[in-house]
């Protein structure tokens, strides 16, 4: 099925009577009838086609008028009430206090982009003043950001509100001008379809074209495949595993005119456990370690899945309090089966791994999670690299280090992560600060004495790192820095002031901030 604004594209399987979707069996966790058709390739070409078509005129939108579409798409998410949450917890298994504080982070985050475009900042207007005397002269010259062009989104399993239909990356690509053509995670269809239509709305009551915003939805990987690979897409927005973030970006770089993704991939988000801070409160990081770990199942691409610590009785401690803590949860549903049975395999994999000794492994019902808890040497590890990969779900790998410089050595060899967690105390800055440098060079956030499982929505927040964290570690998909993945710089050289956009103009007339002659200005 596809929806834009202007209508359903081709045949989509129509509500049941009185309205309802099709049946869910939550003891087999699956449609007794699919929910959706299958998109064509003719209906992904016409949404990518209308999406090309509406881009000159979204992004000819003033930036009152994007942050009025914003808000406008909160408000419908709010209106569509309890049938929105109802149907997320039958598709994903959460909570209704996950959800709603999911939806409200939904609706905050497309709040938070318009009140970004009503400040006006985010073009980074910069005008440097013609020197006609000097030798060379240099010539009138006017820079800003405008939107890339129509962005690829593809929705995640793991949020099936905040990182999906209106989350982050559509929010985002809206506020730069870009329209968006979403492809729909197959675990929550009808979560999907719910928040399509709230957004559709929003672009009838916005007058804005059709094409500003189309959902596919479907399976394999023929869907995204063609519709990164379609000549109108111009950027990539995706949350998912490894193999298909990097089936994607082979895609998008073998164009004829190679574009952009932006991809969050894989991330195990090591946990240092610093000397001091683990002889002094062991116990309490235990205990914290553990509800952070199992905290949605652990189903967070922020999970602590890796802990680092130098031997010693603190650390005895530490996996005392954690275990208790882990023995004392129980397994909970995953958002689908495939995400139980990769969990399981990934257990299984380290359990049977030889060089790892399992402190840690509940027991669990088929489509479940349980807690899982190992150990194996620093020596072990740096050797090692399938012990490198993440396991998504509530699973940890404690790596025992004999000392600091130890430690250091592993801290070198990990990957590219999108969180790194210090738990430091006073005595222990000395060593973290030589620590630091490398987890600069590896991370995208660096927390101290926090967990990582928790990202704010915020202006100073980076969700991003380098690879394979993500595709492109200069860039975060989380807080008003998103917005940049979807611009690109265009200077205007000598243009009369007539030609000129409003933002670039002599007199400032929308009152923002620029930099003329290098210094930030409201001039």
Not at 65 to 93: K, N
Not at 115 to 120: D, I, K, P, W
Not at 323 to 352: C, E, F, P
Not at 509 to 521: E, H, I, K, N, V
Request: charged share 20%; with cysteine; glycine share 10%.
């Amino acid at each position: 099925m596809s929806i834009t604004g202007e209508a359903i594209i081709g045949g989509a399987q129509e509500r049941g009577a009185g309205g309802s979707f099709k049946a869910w069996d939550p003891s087999r966790r699956e449609y007794l009838e699919p929910a959706f058709h299958m998109v064509t390739p003719d209906q992904i070409d016409r949404a990518c086609r209308l999406a090309g078509e509406a881009f000159d005129t979204f992004r000819a939108t003033s930036d009152q008028e994007r942050a009025q579409f914003l808000d406008t798409v909160a408000e419908q998410i709010l209106a569509i009430g309890d049938e929105l949450i109802e149907r997320a917890m039958a598709e994903s298994g959460l909570p209704r206090v996950r959800l709603e504080g999911e939806r409200m982070r939904t609706v905050n985050q497309l709040r938070m982009f318009g009140a970004l475009l009503r400040e006006g900042s985010w073009a980074d207007a910069r005008l440097d003043t013609p020197l006609p005397e000097r030798t060379p002269p240099r010539p009138d010259l006017r820079m800003r950001l405008i939107g890339l062009g129509p962005v690829a989104v593809f929705a995640a399993s793991n949020f099936p509100l905040a990182f999906s239909v209106a989350g982050g990356d559509t929010a985002s690509a809206f506020a730069a001008g870009c329209p968006v053509v979403l492809k729909a995670h197959s675990a929550h269809p009808g979560t999907s379809e719910l928040v399509a239509r709230a957004v559709t709305k929003a672009v009838q009551l916005c007058a804005l074209p059709a094409g500003v915003f189309t959902l596919l939805t479907g399976t394999g990987n023929g869907i995204g495949q063609a519709l990164v690979g379609h000549p109108a897409i111009q950027a990539v927005g995706f949350t998912g595993s490894r193999s298909g973030g990097t089936a994607l970006m082979a895609v998008a770089a073998a164009r004829k005119q190679p574009i952009p993704v932006y991809a969050e991939m894989s991330s195990i988000n090591p946990v240092f456990l610093m000397p001091n801070a683990l002889e002094n409160r062991a116990e309490e990081i235990g205990k914290h370690f553990a509800a952070s770990l199992t905290l949605g199942v652990g189903q967070f691409c922020t999970n602590p899945g890796l802990v680092l610590a130098v031997d010693g009785p603190g650390l005895s401690t530490f996996c005392k309090a954690a275990l208790d803590a882990l023995h004392a949860t129980q397994a909970a549903v995953m958002l689908n089966q495939n995400i139980a049975d990769s969990y399981r395999k990934g257990v299984d994999a380290l359990a049977n791994n030889a060089a790892i000794t399992t402190l840690a492994r509940l027991e669990h019902e088929e489509g479940k999670g349980a807690a899982a808890l190992f150990r194996v040497s620093a020596e072990e590890f740096l050797t090692r690299h399938e012990l490198h990969e993440e396991v998504f779900g509530p699973a940890s790998v404690l790596v025992v280090c004999q000392n600091l410089g130890q430690l250091h050595e592993v801290a070198e060899v990990l990957e590219g992560q999108l969180t790194a967690t210090l738990q430091i105390d006073p005595e222990d800055y000395a060593d973290a600060k030589a620590l630091l440098p490398v987890l600069e060079r590896k991370v995208g956030r660096i927390l101290a004495n926090g967990y990582p499982t928790g990202v704010e929505v915020s202006t100073a927040m980076v969700h991003g790192g380098p690879f394979p964290s993500t595709a492109d570690g200069r860039s975060t998909s989380v807080g008003t820095g998103a917005i940049s993945r979807f611009l690109r710089p265009v200077c205007y050289q000598n243009m009369p002031a007539e030609l000129l956009p409003e933002v670039l103009r002599d007199g400032n007339p929308l009152g923002t901030w620029r930099r003329r002659d290098g210094a930030l200005t409201k001039e």
